[in-house]
């Protein structure tokens, strides 16, 4: 049995309420009492805070590549550790390990590394594998590489999804090139998420897929997309009108603000999903950098392909991504919880024990300071990244 401990006093950013001045208790990796000070069990452990402190439930990034100079598609133990233990710095406690177009036996060499580190890794949780490639389309590839682009097929996505030991979660696809919606079938019945993305669909193209409940989520919606057009709204429009969810990388490059909060305004808080989208760039200086065997050049923060004006990733992680969203839609912290955690956590079905501060779920959360800093993440009831040091608690 782990230790019991608890962590206060601090506002809770629970589903439906903020706790103030409260009190958090944790026993067997998971949260088993919220409570005042003087009603504390006897004899535990406590890890004292600031009241201005705001506990927040563990980020979930399901779409992630790289960070700190290392890339999901290195496909090995060290830098899968490095993405886990870079993203616990910023309040992630579980992300899907997410790939690129390749040749199908690098894809697989990888996605391999991952179901075999899945539970090796010291930070961030990998709760399984995003497979962003290769099923997509060449005239949507974005910053993918079309030399190995090849159209949806049961047959090569089970090959990957054995050699995965079926920790495949979630598979973007350009769903127009799914001929007779197998692959897209294929999915839904073995309860693995359909991600349109990378898509040149037409709006009836989309509006077929959505009235068969083929897709249930939108990679970095608006990117990599047919655009909107008056005469042809395309997938865009279909998506918004739909229950799916809408992935969106809230850096400020890739959607204006003025377009998430048109996004925002008519989807909701219960549809958008944010991600970081981040290459191995991440948190390092500018210059050149490979993503998927493609020279990408970061200037301040901006990530495009070297010799194009294609976007390629960002440099975001998403405490940054919660921060923009708060200052540009001025959103509650209610709210933000649901874009960074509670959302993720329904479409994966992982919300029985994540997504969200209760009792009785993992004890999965992460503490920013009066400035909206990661001070502390707390993954299955064990500190992953702390940093009191700075803010002398310690």
Known sequence: MEKTWCIGPLQIIREQRIEDDCYAVIEGGKI??????????????LVETKTAYKMMPGMIDQHIHGISGADVMDGTESSLNTISTALAKHGVTTF????????????ERVVQAIANMKNNVKGAKIAGIHLEGPFISPIQKGAQSDQFIIKPSVEIFDHLNRSAQYEIKLVTLAAELDKGHKLATYLKHNG????????DATYDETKVLLRQQLIQNATHFCNGMRPIHHREPGLQVALLQSECMLEIIADGFHIHPDMIRFIYDKIGEDRMILISDSMRATGLTDGIYDLGGQQVRVEDGLCKLVGSDALAGSTLNLNKARKNMKDWLGLSNVTLAKLTATNSAKLLGLFENKGSIEIGKDADFYIVNENEEVVLTVSEGKIIYENFKKEGLQ
């Open 32 to 45: 088993v009492q919220f409570c005042k000070r003087d009603e504390l069990p006897e004899k535990v452990d």
């Open 192 to 199: 693995i998420v359909a991600s349109i993305g990378h898509s």
């Open 96 to 107: 899907l390990a997410t790939t690129m177009t390749a040749e199908e036996n690098q894809i």
